[in-house]
């Protein structure tokens, strides 16, 4: 077994590991299918070998070349460490910089068997979220952390690390790109292509940044969304009895079961990979899981009528769920959903992210590889038939809304009948994005997902940054803020006194809460304080998911409620990540891609360690303004009213802070100005 000394020693070359077979009890991504011609499947392999001494070529080219062809991507399995891969406290990592080693925590846990989707490729989530693209580019990274000191920086190209240059102790000591193209190139096919030759990457959004903490993520921000549909659409806080259907439960997706029983309501939750299924049911993610169709229906009705929380995952294909569940309504006249969405992978829907009704499991990982037209057809067939059931049951009551993982926009394109009637900007579908109707009112109240990572691994520590979080929450709302406010206070703070008792925590002691910009600071603040006073026994790590209020451009989710034009641009993103890199960041990131898909978003993130002196607190209190207001801002020049309100607040409390307002126009000076 080797140990963390080992890994930060750069690559092994002499002598050379030994070649590592596929691990069979280790789920593995799907084959990829790059269509290289043999000019390119060279040229992947020269990019390949170019990290090796020539003297090595010649053993290392027909294994890599092998893995081209059987995978789509050369990963190169031989250097995979053998070390048991998780978040081993900050002070066992060989370094000269605290803030490298804070770096090398984040990136073990992305790739801890139990966080990661597909660990020996170097997934996380999402079914293609790469950590870096082969494991020569995990151990020279490791390598250079390990070697860094306070006034380097080391830049990372889509994986790569091209090199530690020298700069300042308060700049980011990393700075992250993945997947950035020149425009007019950044095509799903270009992508394939370019990922085989070992050029780019697809990072998802915390992925590639090292700010993925498991499924608890996405189970927070599932849990705040199904209340807020709740409240929102069907009227009410109390879910017992009302059931929610979707479908996945692989990486992100896997944290829906936990979720619907935090809100006390009935979920269903289809998967097609047994293995994926049984893997949060082991995890006690999911309460039961059945095969049987009509066990699963019979199951829903007892769990309505007996209003007990429920989480029941269905092995298999979500299609097969709603076209029976509308059958169900056309026989007896009863709707047994309520809620409804859908987190398969479908920005990668035809390599793994979505699997169509039409095929087994297994068949489906079969012709994805042998016949991927035929493939395509399948899958886009299979898209229709979902959201013809789809439409039946919203006619008759449903609230069905798109989770951000591309699910409307791939039907749209496979011809289902999804686009918003009268729709002119190519963004509007019939059901709204979860932003649209549900989130968008948060972010533009400053609230989005604020994370901490104990690097101490020390479950006593998260325990203690959970009492400090709850107590400045509890503090704001007795000091008076507004109801709004007040409200998503509340959820957060009830979110993290029940979190122990959901055993939320996979890989790093971390947690999440949704707060705005004056409770990320002050939070940040108190655990900056508690590092200096001992009362935490090693830096916390900050970040947040690129999912926020300014880190992500994109229109058919983070900004698909902004109607100015500007859903397509991406400027905010881009300013955040460069604001944040000047401001304190220890790490940046920015990204093509993520949640829907290659080509469709701009986002980017940040991490900062918190170790306790003046500067780190002083650099919190600077980025983090900017981290939030800087999108308010930008949705407040687009008109939204809510956003003008908490920019306002905050210029008031800021003399610094000067924002452009937008001046209200009246619809009937624009008919009067085009009239002839």
Request: with cysteine; hydrophobic share 35%; proline share 5%.
């Amino acid at each position: 077994m080797a140990s963390l000394k080992d890994i930060c020693d750069g690559l092994p070359v002499d002598p050379l590991p030994p070649p590592k077979p596929r691990d069979s009890n280790t789920a593995h991504a799907p084959t990829r299918v790059p269509n290289l011609t043999p000019e390119e499947e060279r040229l992947a392999l020269q990019n390949a070998l170019r990290y090796f001494p020539s003297e090595l070529h010649d053993v290392l080219a027909p294994e890599f070349a092998q893995e081209l062809r059987q995978y789509g991507h050369i990963y190169m399995y031989r250097f995979r460490p053998d070390i048991e891969m998780r978040a081993y406290p900050i002070n066992e990592y060989p370094c000269n910089s605290r803030q490298a080693a804070g770096i090398m925590h984040m990136i073990m846990n992305n790739l801890d068997p139990r966080v990661a989707q597909f660990p020996h490729e170097l997934v996380t989530y999402g079914g293609n979220g790469q950590v870096f693209s082969n494991w020569a580019q995990f151990r020279l990274v490791m390598h250079y952390l390990s070697e860094m000191t306070d006034d380097q920086t080391l830049a990372l190209y889509s994986g790569h690390p091209m090199g530690l240059f020298p700069s300042h102790i308060d700049a980011p000591r990393v700075v992250v790109t993945n997947g950035m193209m020149v425009p007019n190139y950044s095509s799903r096919e270009n992508y394939n292509r370019l990922f085989a030759l070992g050029v780019t990457m697809y990072g998802q959004m915390t992925a590639g940044s090292f700010c993925y903490i498991g499924p608890q993520g996405i189970v927070h921000g599932t849990t705040i969304t199904v209340l807020n549909a709740g409240r929102q659409q069907l009227g009410t806080s109390d879910l017992r009895g009302r059931v929610f259907v979707t479908s996945g439960l692989g990486g992100m997706s896997g944290a829906q079961a936990k979720a619907a029983v935090i809100c006390g309501c009935v979920g269903v939750i289809a998967e097609i990979s047994k293995e994926a299924l049984m893997k949060r049911y082991k995890q006690g993610w999911l309460m039961e899981v059945t095969d049987n169709l009509d066990i699963c229906i019979e199951r829903i009705k007892r769990a309505r009528k007996e209003k007990t929380p429920l989480s029941l995952g269905y092995n298999g294909n979500i299609v097969d769920i709603w076209e029976r569940v509308a059958a169900e309504y056309d026989s007896t006249g009863e709707l047994l959903v309520d809620l409804g969405s859908d987190q398969t992978s479908c920005h990668n829907p035809y390599n793994g992210g979505y699997y169509p009704v039409q095929l087994s499991f297994d068949d489906a990982n079969v012709m994805m590889a042998a016949d991927p037209a035929r493939f395509k057809n399948l899958v886009q067939e299979s898209l229709r038939r979902q959201i013809a059931a789809i439409n039946k049951l919203s006619d008759r009551g449903l609230y069905f809304f798109d989770y951000g993982n591309a699910f409307l926009l791939e039907a749209s394109r496979a011809g289902a009948d999804v686009m918003k009637e009268g729709d002119q900007t190519g963004n509007r579908f019939r059901y709204p994005s979860y932003v649209q109707d549900i989130m968008g009112d948060i972010f533009s109240l400053g609230f989005g997902p604020f994370r901490w990572v104990c690097t101490s691994a020390d479950p006593n520590d998260l325990a203690t940054t959970d009492d400090i979080a709850t107590t400045v929450l509890e503090d704001f709302i007795n000091q008076g803020v507004p109801e709004t406010t007040k409200q998503q206070y509340e959820d957060n703070i009830r979110w993290i006194k029940e979190a122990n008792k959901h055993k939320l925590v996979v890989g790093s002691q971390a947690r999440i809460l949704y707060s705005d910009q004056r409770g990320r600071m002050a939070i940040a603040a108190a655990f900056n304080q508690a590092v200096n006073d001992g009362r935490l026994h090693g830096p916390v790590n900050i970040s947040r998911d690129h999912h926020d209020v300014s880190g992500t451009d994109s229109p058919f989710r983070e900004t698909s409620n902004i109607y100015d034009g500007s859903a397509f641009c991406a400027d905010m993103a881009v300013q955040n990540v460069i604001g944040d890199s000047f401001r304190g960041a220890t790490w940046v990131a920015l990204h093509n891609g993520g949640g829907v898909g290659w080509g469709e978003v701009v986002n980017g993130g940040f991490g900062l360690m918190l170790d306790g002196s003046e500067r780190a607190g002083e650099r919190a209190k600077s980025m983090l303004a900017w981290d939030v207001s800087n999108g308010v801002a930008r949705r407040s020049w687009s008109g939204n009213t809510k956003a003008q309100e908490t920019i306002c607040r905050a210029m008031q409390g800021n003399n610094k802070l000067k924002v452009t307002l937008p001046h209200n126009v009246q619809s009937d000076v624009l008919e009067r100005a085009f009239r002839d």
